[in-house]
């Protein structure tokens, strides 16, 4: 096997390492021959295996996997589509004549709707917020 760049003795080590922060990990070399790389990256894994199993050994440390709670952050960020974003709770109601309610709320709705083009979310929920407003008025008379 030819030694270049990931096959060098530091790639070699470093590959090898990864796999040893899994309790389960292996690792499996394919070549055709033993080269230099791999001689000296075998050597260095069992010296540093026999360093670790030492002080695993003097410390009571039983090597274990981590378990790490899948709902991390990036499930949260996918949770957070579903959330009704409250902008903040209006002293008084947006009035307007009955006459003109389908008119302010077409208004409203084209304002919301370049509001979230423009990606200003804040924004297009406020609209939002005051067209409810209206058509629970529209609806209540």
């Known amino acids: 096997d030819k030694e270049g760049f990931l096959r060098s003795p530091t790639s070699l080590v470093q590959t090898i390492g990864r796999a040893a922060r899994n309790v ?10 033993k080269t230099a790389a791999i001689e000296f990256a075998i050597k260095e894994t069992e010296r540093r295996r026999q360093v670790q199993e030492k002080h695993n ?7 274990a996997s981590i378990v790490k709670n899948i709902q991390g952050p990036l499930y949260q960020l996918e949770s957070m589509d579903y959330l ?15 006459k003109n309610l389908p008119k302010e709320i077409g208004r409203l709705e084209t304002l ?3 509001a979230a083009k423009d990606l200003e979310f804040e924004k297009a929920a406020e609209f939002r917020d005051q067209i409810v407003e209206l058509k629970k008025q529209a609806v209540m008379g």
């Open 24 to 33: 389960e990990g292996k690792v499996i070399l394919y070549a055709d021959k």
């Open 57 to 63: 050994r003097e410390h009571g440390i039983t090597p």
């Open 84 to 98: 009704d974003v409250k902008i903040a709770d209006k002293k008084a109601r947006y009035q307007v004549d009955p």
């Open 112 to 114: 919301m709707k370049k």
